[in-house]
């Protein structure tokens, strides 16, 4: 598999499609002329860009929101990067769980994960690294992949931490597209929202679990 994913990527490079994925104007001009096969070629872009690392996918959702606007922009990428998420975390338990779960010394560490409290830790974490742009999303959904966290746990976590980044760098695309300095300011405004979220969850968890430790 990770050979077919390097020479996938070597594909790319030599066809001058990674350039081209990596050049907004040019991405744009290439999805636009797709017709109806650019909402999928959009989705199909992003999967690609979470299973291999290599591949940005910030342009893309950018392209997203220049042509199909905020909302199905937003649709299009959100279900793309959730895909991608949903295979790599896939990729990471088929291939790689079992080995590690051999290793004496990461066993214990795996089963005091697997506990409902330790679940409900990892989620969060999950959650918090989908609102912070410079952790990486494809990074984080092979290595949840190697933990005892439940499919379903990952699949919630990433989807509700998805879907405002999302939003956020789909808005960025439409606005640098249509250079409107006050749609600018408002995605500046909600980025800086975004960012304060994981700080926001981790003050709740911080209080919740001293409420528990009181009453117990």
């Given at each position: 598999?990770l050979?077919?994913l390097?020479t996938?990527?070597w594909?790319?490079m030599e066809?001058?499609?990674l350039?081209?994925l990596?050049?907004?104007?040019?991405?744009?001009?290439w999805?636009?002329q797709?017709?109806?096969?650019?909402p999928?070629?959009?989705?199909a872009?992003m999967?690609a860009?979470?299973?291999?690392?290599?591949?940005?996918s910030?342009?893309i959702?950018?392209?997203?929101?220049a042509?199909?606007?905020?909302?199905?922009?937003?649709?299009?990428?959100?279900?793309?990067?959730?895909?991608?998420a949903?295979?790599?975390?896939?990729i990471?338990r088929?291939?790689g769980?079992?080995v590690?779960?051999?290793?004496?010394?990461?066993r214990?560490?795996l089963?005091?994960?697997?506990?409902?409290r330790?679940q409900?830790?990892?989620?969060?974490?999950v959650?918090?690294?989908?609102?912070?742009p410079?952790?990486?999303?494809d990074?984080v959904s092979y290595?949840a992949?190697l933990t005892p966290?439940?499919?379903w746990r990952f699949?919630i976590?990433t989807?509700?931490?998805v879907?405002?980044?999302?939003?956020?760098i789909v808005?960025?695309?439409?606005?640098?597209?249509?250079?409107?300095?006050?749609?600018?300011?408002?995605?500046?405004?909600?980025?800086?929202?975004v960012t304060?979220?994981?700080?926001?969850a981790?003050?709740?968890?911080?209080r919740h679990?001293k409420?528990r430790?009181?009453?117990?």
């Open positions: 598999m050979i077919g390097v996938l990527y594909i790319l066809t001058g499609a350039s081209t990596t050049n907004k104007q040019a991405l744009r001009e999805v636009g797709l017709g109806g096969w650019g999928l070629t959009i989705i872009m999967i860009a979470i299973v291999m690392s290599p591949i940005p910030g342009p959702a950018m392209v997203a929101g042509i199909y606007g905020p909302l199905w922009g937003t649709a299009y990428v959100v279900i793309g990067a959730e895909a991608g949903l295979l790599a975390f896939g990471a088929l291939l769980y079992e590690i779960h051999r290793w004496s010394r990461t214990p560490i089963d005091w994960l697997g506990r409902e330790s409900t830790g990892l989620m969060l974490v959650f918090a690294s989908r609102l912070v410079f952790i990486s999303f990074a290595a992949g966290l439940a499919f699949l976590a989807l509700a931490g879907v405002p980044t999302a939003y956020l808005m960025f695309g439409e606005v640098l597209i249509t250079a409107d300095s006050r749609g600018l300011t408002v995605a500046l405004i909600l980025a800086s929202g304060l979220l994981p700080l926001l981790r003050v709740v968890w911080t679990r409420r430790t009181s009453s117990n």
